[in-house]
């Protein structure tokens, strides 16, 4: 066997021949020899022995305390215990100090070696089982890593591991996923499984993963997902395509929203300039009049279009600054009421209404912006209240902060759609919204506008009753308020 011992003892005749006579019979064994504890000590430091052997008594440092810095130093490594004749009481002491075995002086050679083999063995046991604990331990680990979810579900349905991106990826933890069964925390899984191609090995695409939909927590997710079997189950692995679904679904609703929002007001500067162009028809002034102020209405309408995506892109690429003064809510909000009652004036159906408190703190956050998100927000609650009713903005005082609350009476908005008008061209339904146009970006730019200063933007809704916008900010430093003074004096 190929092991490599240590033989310490401060006897040199037996250090010259004990090596020699195990050499005979243990076939490769290297032995390499210390007369002092000292010296073997160091050894021992550099090499890991398969097995030491140490006689007791010796000068200095003596073996049981050799034995109790190699238990120190290397707690798995077996010593044995050479005694003198007769000294039962050091060997029993040496067994209590962890020494694996004892041999008597004078040596009997045949207990000696099969000793020896025997602590060798031993240690080469020890050594294959860390080895495989540390194999096991980095493969968990590697498991704890992989950036797909990699789930084990066993014969009987049950989950049997669950990974960290598995958690990531579906918002389950493990501890709601192991030992349940994959049905539970899986709803529609058996619906889903049987479409799951799963190969009986692992290999180089032999398996093209399948793309299904899961529902979970009321979020759709878009895994595509294989699986290998085993003795002990389905190993899963997948990843989520959710947002790449998302994203292809949100460009196919965009082209179809601005083509539809392009193609109206296209068709009729169109139309109107065609016939503005026809030499059969005398026009009167104002018949030419009112062919142009179409034509100027609709092409202000174009660009409106163009600047909301434009303005979109912008922010989302982070190049837009937002200035930071202190803002006189009440002066604003009355102002942005104003112009809006000019706006809709001809909405006879619609009444605005406006509620400040007698005094505010100033807000910190950029005046011209915030402008724009209550004149989306009015718009909104204008356009969305086909039947008329009241629109009120309320400024009030919140501690911290300053809400303004947009009301309307309109056709209001369904709990599951209130999440999700915030996104990118989104639109509540964009066929039943009774012709009214629009981009979707209306919102999303409020909401990032709103964000940037710092504040939020919420909604409440009941459907058929009316929606309430809320924006709330908080109020300015004190380096802002210096600011709001000294724009008012100015
Ligand atoms: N006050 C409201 N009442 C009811 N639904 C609303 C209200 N405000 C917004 N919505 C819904 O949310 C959707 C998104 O609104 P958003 O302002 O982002 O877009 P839009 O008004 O359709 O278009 P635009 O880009 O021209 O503003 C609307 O299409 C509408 O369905
Ligand atoms: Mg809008």
Redesign the pocket.
Known sequence: MSARILLVDDDKALLDALPEALQLRMNGIEIDTSETAIEALERIRDTDYDAIVSDIKMPGMDGLALLHEIRELRPTTPTLMITGHGERDLAVQALRGGAYDFVQKPIDRDYFVASLERAIQLRRLDREVEQQRLALERHARVLEHVDDGVFLIDDGGVIRHWNPAAHAITGVPADQALERKAAETLPGWEVVAPLIPVASMPGPGSLEAKVVPLELDGRELWLSISGVTFSDGIVYAFRSLTEERALDELKGEFIATVSHELRTPLAAIYGSAQTLLREDVEFEESDKKRLLDVIAHESERLSRIAD?ILFANKLDSGQLALGENGIDLRALARDVVEEMRGCFAAREDISFELTVPDALDSVAGDPDRLRQVLI?LI???V??SPDGGRVEVAVESRDGGVRIAVR?E????APLEQRR?FGKF???DPGL?RGVG???????ICRELVRRMDGRLSVS?EEGKG?T?AVDLPVATAAGKDAAAVAQTA
């Open positions: 909301d989306n718009d909104n609650a356009k969305y309307d309109g056709i209001g908005i008008i989104y639109r509540v919204a629009g981009t979707g970006l209306g919102l999303y809704s929606s916008f």
